[in-house]
């Protein structure tokens, strides 16, 4: 079955830190650039960050920045985002998404979401931080 699954969400305080996974079966993570976004009920989801498929390159949006870090393991098929110094408005449901195209930055990866060109998509992992 081809699919990704994300885990590592849960409650945590404010400052306190979590570290996402997105695990691929049945396809080579490698070959795909992935994109981590968020969305809560009743609002747009947002980008958070990327990573292309050759080179790593990531970038993260403005939120996040410098708090956040994507990275991949292709050994381990998975694409990994640790997010430190984490804030109440991080509160969200976090999903990876993998798109066989290059991705430029986190701000393509949102519009090529929204024009449904993922290919795959995580079920999504609940991340809550309290104050």
């Known amino acids: 079955q081809l699919q990704l699954v994300e885990s590592g969400g849960g409650l945590v305080q404010s400052g306190g830190s979590l570290r996402l996974s997105c695990a691929a079966s049945g396809f080579a993570l490698a070959d795909y650039s992935i994109g981590w976004f968020r969305q809560a009920p009743g609002k747009d989801r947002e980008g958070v960050s990327r990573i292309s498929s050759s080179e790593g390159v990531m970038d993260y949006a403005q939120s996040v920045e410098g708090r956040f870090t994507i990275s991949r393991d292709n050994a381990k098929n998975a694409v990994y985002l640790q997010m430190n110094s984490l804030k109440t408005e991080n509160t969200d449901v976090y999903c990876c998404?993998?798109?066989?195209?290059?991705?430029?930055?986190?701000?393509?990866?949102?519009?090529?979401?929204?024009?449904?060109?993922?290919?795959?998509w995580g079920q999504g992992t609940q991340v809550t931080v309290s104050s």
């Open positions: 998404a993998a798109n066989s195209k290059p991705l430029s930055s986190v701000d393509q990866a949102l519009v090529r979401c929204y024009a449904g060109e993922f290919v795959y």
